[in-house]
């Protein structure tokens, strides 16, 4: 009796298939012959010509690599083979099953065998119903082997090709960084995203006012702002999240910190941070900086690199305020002992209702040498602001300090304007986004009483939507207040003209500087460090002015 065949039409197509390189060299016409509707057609037309088979079903792999058997569809045909269901294999060719020369030999030449399922590969006239000693060990290795070849030169292109591009500025990432998007008009351009840019500026704002990267986090939240993964979904953008569970992505000090030490926002493109082990394996390395590919003034700034530079420096000293505090000290990683060059270290005494602080050398503290070194905060706020009166009417430092504003944050009412716009665009799109949540909870409801969808089925998506609608509900509203701070703001500023605040936010810089109390951004951002020495002596490293 004629064995009967239930057959599985296994159809791949990898990224590599699709390259413009290769459909250069094929002509164009092997990409178009390899297409997962191409491979569907010829299996489909060789089965119907079969009297003793039928298909069981297509398992379709589209957009993995050859050279990894770790694909969900040919997994899932696997299982099928393991548990009888299928018998018998049908692939185009044998590249479609794969490119690694020694997974696909052991597969044709062990594994199907030992379930007793046959393999067809129709283009290579390979079928192992018939096939003899010379067609199985001595052929097919050798087509199995130049397929692994080809994986290997088209990979081999594919990294050429991207470190090209790279080394001309194009960026060739899947996803543009949080507060920049594609240009329209060329995809390998970065432009920036006007909402996300100010996002983006905010924080490194935060960061040298001394706030830690969870505080940041923290206040991103209390504002409604969107986390970098969720802006990108709810823009449309195909990435994957943990949004089937019903989780949303928050802010968090990791994803802070990934913002605050990525040099893209000052201009300058960074490719080619990590690389693949080979081609076989999908595990990446990550490499060192030095053969980072570095190319200055592809893109818009967002960041101006001296603030980026300022951030670095501050990111190596430790920023963490005291137990509860949002912010850091404002000397924390600023005070150093003069002799030992080690950081001092504050104390805080309280007797009767008050509090006093002062500073030591740690060497010191830990009985390692040195002398104390000791500073109150009230002869060291002196000093500082002191020192730093003195270089403001140097005639050099006086211009710059006139032509420096705090990154980002503009204090004219056009700037508050703008920034107004751009806040209404969001909270009106993600408006939008709650009412098509809300439609789709509709639509569940319908469907259940049509009974396309039975009632287990429905409470777990009414589940994932309600909960999303809520979080969604708390980010608008979040926002909303926000905005309407803004507009506070706004009105405010209609008091004054652009060169008056400017004018004025200098004359009191003059007139008194209250760095030693309060402004932490003026202090950092232009003290590099602060040498204490015996008797109460101070001296000041600028950024700028020596």
């Known amino acids: 009796m004629e064995k009967f065949y239930f057959a599985a039409a296994y159809l791949r197509l990898s990224k590599e298939d699709t390259r413009a390189d290769y459909r250069q060299r094929a002509g164009g016409s092997r990409t178009e012959s390899n297409s997962i ?86 283009i290579d006239q390979f079928d192992s119903l018939t096939a003899d000693y010379h067609e199985t060990s001595l052929i097919i290795p050798v087509k199995n082997f130049v397929n692994d070849a080809y994986a290997r030169d088209i990979s081999a292109k594919v990294r050429s090709h991207q470190r090209v591009k790279r080394e001309k500025g194009d960026f060739i990432g899947a996803f543009a960084p949080y507060g920049y998007k594609k240009s329209e008009e060329n995809r390998n351009q970065l432009v ?41 979904k709810i823009h449309g953008e195909s990435f994957q999240t943990g949004f089937l569970t019903g989780i949303r992505a928050k802010w968090s000090s990791v994803t802070v ?43 818009q700034s ?35 002992c003069g002799d030992c060059k080690k950081p001092m270290i504050q104390r805080v005494n309280r007797y009767k ?47 710059k300090l006139y032509r420096e504003r705090k990154p980002g944050i503009k204090t004219d009412r056009e700037a508050v304007k703008e920034e107004i716009e751009v806040w209404k665009a969001e909270l009106d799109y993600l408006k939008n986004e709650l009412v098509q949540y809300r439609m789709v909870g509709n639509r569940l409801n319908q469907d259940l009483q049509a009974k396309i969808l039975t009632k287990e ?36 500023a209609e008091e004054h003209t652009q060169t008056e605040a400017s004018a004025d936010w200098l004359k009191q810089r003059e007139n008194r500087l209250q760095i030693a109390k309060s402004d932490r951004f003026f202090l950092v951002s232009r003290v590099k460090r602060i040498l204490v020495y015996e008797e109460k002596r101070v001296y000041l490293e600028l950024w700028y002015g020596k």
């Not at 996300?196 to 960061?207: G, L, S």
């Not at 979040?478 to 009105?491: C, I, S």
Request: hydrophobic share 35%; aromatic share 10%; proline share 2%.
């Open 37 to 122: 509707i191409s491979q569907r057609d010829l299996i489909d037309s060789f089965i119907k010509r079969q009297k003793n088979m039928q298909l069981y079903d297509i398992y379709v792999d589209d957009g993995w690599s050859g050279t990894n058997f770790d694909r969900p569809a040919f997994g899932r045909m696997m299982q099928d083979i393991e548990t009888g269901r299928v018998n018998c294999v049908i692939v185009k060719d044998l590249s479609r099953l794969g490119r690694d020369y020694i997974e696909a030999g052991r597969l044709i030449q062990k594994t199907f065998p030992a379930f007793s399922v046959r393999f067809i590969a129709i």
């Open 353 to 399: 209702g008050q509090e006093r602080v002062a500073f030591i050398c740690s060497t010191s503290n830990q009985g390692k040498g040195c002398s104390r070194h000791t500073i109150s905060e009230q002869t060291l706020n002196q000093l500082v602001q002191t020192a730093l009166e003195q270089q403001l009417v140097l005639p050099d430092n006086r211009e």
């Open 457 to 492: 089925e429905f409470e777990y998506f009414d589940e994932i939507y309600k909960q999303r609608s809520q979080e969604l509900q708390q980010v608008v509203n979040r926002q909303q207040k926000t905005l309407e701070k803004l507009v506070q703001t706004a009105v405010l």
């Open 257 to 299: 910190k990934r913002i605050l030490t990525n040099e893209n926002y000052t201009g300058t493109l960074v490719q080619g941070k990590a690389e693949k082990l080979n081609y076989k394996i999908r595990k990446t390395i990550q490499k060192p900086k030095d053969e980072w590919i570095r190319i200055e003034g592809t893109h």
């Open 302 to 336: 967002i960041i101006s690199k001296e603030i980026f530079q300022l951030v670095q420096n501050l990111l190596a000293i430790d920023r963490r305020g005291g137990k509860g505090e949002k912010k850091a000290h404002r000397y924390r990683g600023l005070l150093f």
């Open 192 to 232: 920036p995203d006007r909402y996300a840019a100010r996002i983006v500026r905010r924080i490194f704002h935060w960061k040298i006012e001394g706030y830690s990267n969870l505080g940041i986090a923290k206040r991103l939240e209390e504002m409604g702002v969107l986390s970098p993964v969720e802006y990108k």
